[in-house]
């Protein structure tokens, strides 16, 4: 099947008008350690909220490949913004996957609602309830959360060897303002709290399992796609565009460059850097954009994706960032004495980029181990791909 006749969205996603005033509105984010209101009504005005919302709910039920391309570019403006679109705005797929009664409640009067999250189970506590889960505890890294009106919480299932996702409206926790952070300040990655135990439905509830198997109740198939593969490529993509905005950056500031000046152009050492740079990205590029292809591609053709080249992209995906990294030291260690004061814009994006790879989807080494034992034949041992 081709790209054209896998496209199947019925809305487009197109940043190009808002990225000017992104680019404006960053230092404020981060300033403020959370994205100011117009950048959140500018993303919400050309529907990034709404992008990969089923078009019933009034979404634009995006291509991921269309929805992907956008937050890059956002991230070639500002990271923080990038985060949030991305992160956030791909919750609607995983309501989508809870079923009609969750789309109902979160989208039915609004559309450009937003959900936030954070899925570590760690300090979550759930016990067994009559229809759903009691939920309390505590959890960090909640991006997005002061603009959204609910949130999607991870915890161990009560007597279960597998993750929940709990859908739970905003009069049900608390935020707390924890995000003093070396980069992507603009984020708010907050810390979320519910203290007294909370009811919530299995109409509320996403099973781990269920977004392995690729199990909804939506006529595109497009939400067939294991929901962790494009989680993934959420907290991976916008440093994409991050090292695409350094490598910008660096072209046109060639005069703060810790070479001389004179000879920089023809500078041997710095031609390399460059064409190196542009080389990891077009590379990281292109791997993601042929992998969401593929798995929507495969989908669509009713075909069951093999456990390996899950695995295989799984691992690609995770090494994104690493690789982006790699790309923007290559252009910072060259940036000039400026570039260590507070503020310098290459700075910025050296220290937002290493903040994505603290992401756990974002160690691509329990993945390499999980595909290259897969390819020598051992039986997978992941179950977020």
């Given at each position: 099947?081709n ?6 969205g019925?809305?487009t996603l197109?940043v ?5 005033d992104l680019?404006?509105l960053?230092p404020?984010g981060?300033a403020q ?10 993303l919400?005005?050309v ?8 078009a019933k709910?009034?979404?634009?039920e995006?291509?991921p490949?269309?929805?992907f391309?956008?937050?890059m570019q956002v991230?070639e ?5 990038a985060?949030?679109?991305a992160v ?7 309501v989508?996957?809870m079923?009609e009664?969750a ?12 959900v936030?999250?954070t899925?570590?189970p ?11 889960v009691?939920?309390?505890g505590?959890?960090?890294?909640s991006?997005?959360?002061l603009h ?9 299932a009560?007597?279960e060897n597998?993750?929940y996702t709990?859908l739970?409206p905003k ?11 070396m980069g992507?300040?603009g984020s708010g990655?907050?810390?979320?709290v519910?203290t ?6 299995f109409?509320r509830i996403?099973k781990?399992t269920d977004g392995f ?5 939506q006529p595109?198939?497009?939400y ?5 593969q494009l ?5 991976a993509v ?11 950056l ?10 001389d ?13 460059v064409?190196?740079v ?8 292109s791997?993601?954009?042929r ?6 591609d495969m989908v ?10 899950r695995?295989?992209?799984r691992?690609?995906?995770g090494?994104?960032?690493?690789n982006m990294?790699d790309?923007?030291?290559l252009?910072f260690?060259?940036?000039g ?9 290459i700075?910025n ?8 790879h ?9 993945l390499?181990r999980?595909?290259g034992?897969?390819m020598l ?9």
């Open positions: 099947m790209m054209a006749t896998s496209r199947h019925n809305g197109d190009v008008p808002i990225l000017d680019e404006r960053a404020a981060r350690r959370n994205l100011t209101a117009e950048a959140v009504g500018l919400s005005s529907g990034f909220f709404r992008a990969m919302l089923p709910f009034g979404g634009l995006c291509h490949v269309d929805f391309k956008a937050a991230a403006r500002d990271m923080s913004s985060w949030i679109c956030v705005g791909i919750h609607p797929f995983q989508a996957l079923g009664s789309l109902q409640e979160v989208y039915g009067s609004n559309p450009n609602t937003i936030s999250s899925y570590n760690m300090g979550a506590k759930a016990t067994a309830a009559d229809g759903g009691m939920l309390s505590r959890w960090a890294w991006s997005g959360s959204a009106e609910w949130l999607l919480l991870g915890c161990i009560p007597g597998l993750i709990c739970v009069k049900d926790y608390v935020i707390e303002d924890t995000w003093f952070s992507l300040q990655s907050n810390d979320v519910i007294e135990p909370v009811f919530v439905p109409s996403h781990q198997l690729g199990l909804n109740d595109n198939k497009m067939s796609i294991p929901w962790a989680f993934a490529a959420t907290v916008p440093s994409i565009g991050a090292a695409k905005h350094a490598l910008r660096y072209i046109a500031n060639k005069n703060a460059s810790s070479i000046v004179a000879k920089m152009q023809g500078d041997p050492d710095v031609a390399r850097r064409a190196e542009d080389t990891l990205i077009d590379n990281a590029e791997s993601v954009m992998n969401i292809n593929k798995l929507v669509n053709a009713g075909q069951e994706i093999p456990m390996l080249e695995a295989r992209i691992y690609q995906t090494s994104i960032v690493q990294i790309a923007v030291d252009l260690a060259v940036a004495g400026r570039s260590v004061y507070s503020g310098s814009a700075q994006i050296w220290l937002d980029i290493r903040m994505t603290a992401h756990i989807a974002n160690n691509p080494v329990p390499a999980n595909y034992n897969m034949g051992l039986e997978n041992t992941n179950f977020f791909m």
